[in-house]
């Protein structure tokens, strides 16, 4: 019985992934999140490493790799930071499959090689300032005008919003048709270099500071008939399926970010002293992160399975939805717990607790929110 | 090849498929009554035996048709759905912990006389290792065993012991020395009928069907061949046995709770309020959503866990704290999950949840053994932290 799911192949790559973490991510994080940036050059350098297209076929650039190649490097990037797991997921599990799955070999071309050597930054445009878990009401449009489509409206929350050179963007072409509230809605490759573009405001959070995240507006901007992507009219179901291969992703950094979390928790619990012997010692504490191992290791459980379905092709909506949920409460959980142990250190900004802490709070709303997964869920199992 | 190795292959899925019919058949249609009665027949450990499903994990040699661990799991998950926990616990005492104490550490005439007759279900066994002084502190136990000649007189007692009350033999944790250590504890098989032996069923509020025994033990006279291992070697086998057991009751546990959520669920379609079935209200929709997602989690790490043991079987190197991280953590995530499930599968019920008509109020009963037995959730918390480091004051 073999009781891990990677191979050689895959532990090298999680060192080479871990080295470049740790030089070239790790040490500039504290400052990243002051400054509510950092440079783009962790994108081409990603992909210069061959980071990027880890698990796409090589004909469209990528590594060849199968899942668990994808699964190493948000695990190895989840470990130190949810932020840049999140910027970097974005651009490997949200913007650009769709790409690859839907697109024609001209955009593969054109958007997704780029995007994978990390010349191009991608972001995924879904919710706008009235509408989020509920897609079928974006009100954001494109209409046919002879050779090119003319695109107005704006979206929000948008991970790399501000630097993006493209968006994968759904957009609602055509009105609702009787008895079928997600009809009318089309994918786009949205080039943001195109007039009309604007980065309408660049949001501050509580968390995941580094990244930038934006309000975006599109005003009369004029696409390319070429901008569509895949079948028009089809775009519901296509992001639908983006989503799973979101939610996943974002389940994978997820539970790597809690299981760093803890030990960090418990390394603290191991040196820190208090009544006379390390606060590890103390019976109460010492449960409390037992607790928390089981929660971190039954969920890895769940997502590795859930990994394992994907990998082999299986389109596991149900198991996503498991995963996506149960990783953004043990994360919340987790951290909180983290912050708790620590005590007054726990509350320090700047920190590798606090900072994670902040941005876990991210994963039960973002990807679909903690209530519409259980919806889906319900829906699945015939009940909702 | 990367990947998660598969638990089960085809041939499992012929075992559960007959592993169901004959719970479907042999039991289900009479937990009712057995329940009711407080009871069931003895001879269901034969009809077992014979169907083979007590033969899984032991070699043919001795009668089995294994050792195949994902089959054994297999047989815990069906048997756990046939809606009477105390029955199953009748029959995973005799199999689980005597039966595999013998396989595991008794001499082949020690197998012949109890482990074959076991298998086949001619024979009933039970443990006995917990005393109304010492439950999962082992070390506690006062019950002695001393050596006389070629016999051994064991006096003491011992209290909830599965199946203690009408088995045929019971393998019994004696202290032969004072000495510090662990090395002061022996395993010993002592006939149902030897006189000496006192036994009484006690009455509890959860298995009860279940025929768990107070057992007195008064100059009761052993003879040396019925020691199992080596003299002090008990410890070190209760230990070892202890982490196939907590498996084998997350297992349980995880079926036990599959089987109310959806009991749960059919009775919130069946029952309307205000107008509409229950289960048309959102909030009854998302906490059966949440308890499903807990479910597929605690079975998830049931299954990583199972996967060390079989890996342990076949001889792979896996660090012996690893395995014992991951079963303790299984079953202090199971047993309360079960029974959390069972309370919400009470609380859909609404008044029914307590009429004794219903099974609801059962599987909730019954649920609520898991945290305290095989170990108490506190004491998986002390294991698990001294996995990770963390000292226990």
Request: aromatic share 8%.
């Amino acid at each position: 019985m073999n009781l891990s799911p990677f191979t050689e192949e895959h532990d090298l790559l999680r060192k080479a992934v871990a080295d470049w973490v740790d030089t070239e991510i790790a040490p500039n994080l504290a400052e990243w999140e002051e400054q509510g940036d950092f440079p783009d050059d962790v994108f081409r350098r990603a992909g210069e490493l061959g980071f990027l297209g880890l698990a796409f076929p090589e004909s469209a650039g990528g590594q060849g790799g199968d899942y668990w190649a994808q699964v190493v490097f948000l695990e190895e990037v989840g470990r130190v930071s949810q932020a840049i797991a999140m910027v970097l997921s974005v651009q490997t599990d949200m913007a650009t499959p769709p790409i690859l799955e839907f697109g024609t070999d001209a955009q593969v071309d054109r958007w997704l090689k780029p995007a994978l050597r990390g010349e191009l930054i991608g972001a995924i445009g879904i919710t706008e300032p009235d509408t989020g878990s509920d897609v079928a009401s974006i009100r954001t449009r494109a209409v046919r005008d002879g050779d090119e489509w003319v695109l107005n409206g704006s979206k929000m929350y948008i991970t790399n919003g501000a630097r993006a050179h493209f968006v994968t963007m759904v957009v609602r072409t055509g009105d609702v048709e009787e008895g079928n509230p997600w009809s009318g809605i089309s994918m786009f490759i949205v080039d943001t270099g195109l007039p009309g573009f604007e980065v309408s405001q660049r949001l501050e959070k509580s968390g995941m500071k580094l990244s930038d995240t934006a309000l975006i507006y599109m005003d009369d901007m004029r696409l390319p008939a070429d901008s569509l992507l895949g079948v028009e009219r089809e775009g519901f179901k296509q992001i639908m399926w983006e989503l799973q291969g979101e939610r996943l992703g974002v389940s994978v950094f997820g539970v790597a970010g809690a299981r760093a979390v803890l030990a960090e928790a418990v390394r603290y619990a191991r040196e820190r002293e208090a009544f006379g012997r390390p606060i590890g010692e103390f019976q109460a504490v010492s449960h409390r992160l037992a607790e928390m191992a089981t929660e971190v290791e039954a969920v890895q459980a769940l997502v590795h399975e859930c990994c394992d379905l994907w990998n082999r092709g299986v389109y596991a909506t149900e198991l996503v939805a498991m995963a996506k949920l149960a990783v953004g409460r043990l994360s919340n959980e987790v951290a909180d717990e983290a912050v708790q142990t620590f005590g007054g250190a726990g509350l320090v900004e700047g920190s590798f607790i606090s900072r994670e802490w902040l941005g876990m709070r991210i994963g039960r709303i973002g990807g679909g929110s903690d209530e519409v997964q259980l919806q889906i869920l319900a829906r699945i199992m015939g009940i909702g | 090849m990367s990947g998660l190795e598969p638990l089960f292959r085809e041939e499992h899925e012929s075992y559960r498929e007959a592993a169901r019919t004959f719970v479907a058949n042999e039991i289900a249609p009479h937990a009712e009554r057995w329940e009711e009665a407080r009871d069931f027949p003895r001879e269901l450990f034969a009809k077992v035996g014979s169907a083979g499903f007590f033969g899984a994990k032991f070699a043919e040699e001795w009668g089995g048709t294994g050792p195949d661990y994902a089959a054994e799991a297999v047989w815990i998950e069906e048997l756990s759905k046939g809606l009477t926990h105390g029955t199953a616990s009748d029959l995973g005492a005799h199999s689980q912990l005597a039966a595999l104490y013998l396989d595991r550490f008794g001499n082949d005439d020690q197998k012949e006389r109890y482990l074959r007759p076991s298998i086949e279900g001619r024979l009933v066994g039970a443990l006995a290792v917990t005393e109304s002084g010492a439950g999962s502190d082992v070390d506690g136990i006062r019950t002695r065993a001393r050596r006389d000649g070629d016999e051994w007189a064991i006096d003491g007692s011992k209290v909830f012991i599965t199946n203690g009350s009408w088995s045929d033999y019971v393998v019994v944790a004696a202290r032969t020395s004072d000495d510090p250590g662990h090395a002061n504890i022996t395993l010993f098989i002592v006939e149902g009928d030897t006189p000496g032996l006192e036994r009484n069923r006690m009455r509890m509020i959860a298995w009860q069907t279940s025929h768990t025994g107070e057992l007195f033990f008064d100059d009761v006279r052993v003879p040396d061949g019925n020691r199992v291992g080596k003299v002090g070697s008990g410890f070190g086998h209760l230990m070892a046995n202890f982490q196939w057991e907590r498996l084998m009751m997350s297992l349980g546990a995880v079926a036990l709770a599959e089987l109310s959520l959806e009991m749960a669920i059919t009775y919130a379609r069946e029952r309307s309020a205000f107008g509409r079935p229950i289960v048309r209200f959102q909030v009854w929709q998302h906490r059966f959503a949440d308890l499903a997602v807990r479910i597929r989690t605690g079975k998830a790490l049931t299954y990583q866990a199972l996967r060390h043991h079989i890996a342990v079987e076949e001889g792979t190197a896996v660090p012996r704290e690893q395995l014992v991280r991951l079963t303790s953590m299984a079953k202090l995530y199971t047993q309360r999950l079960a029974w959390r499930v069972a309370d919400e599968c009470v609380q859909v019920h609404g008044g029914a949840g307590a009429l004794k008509e219903y099974p609801a109020q059962r599987l909730w009963r019954d649920a609520r053994v898991g945290p305290i037995g095989g170990g108490t959730d506190d004491i998986m918390r002390n294991v698990i932290a001294g996995t990770m480091g963390l000292g226990a004051v």
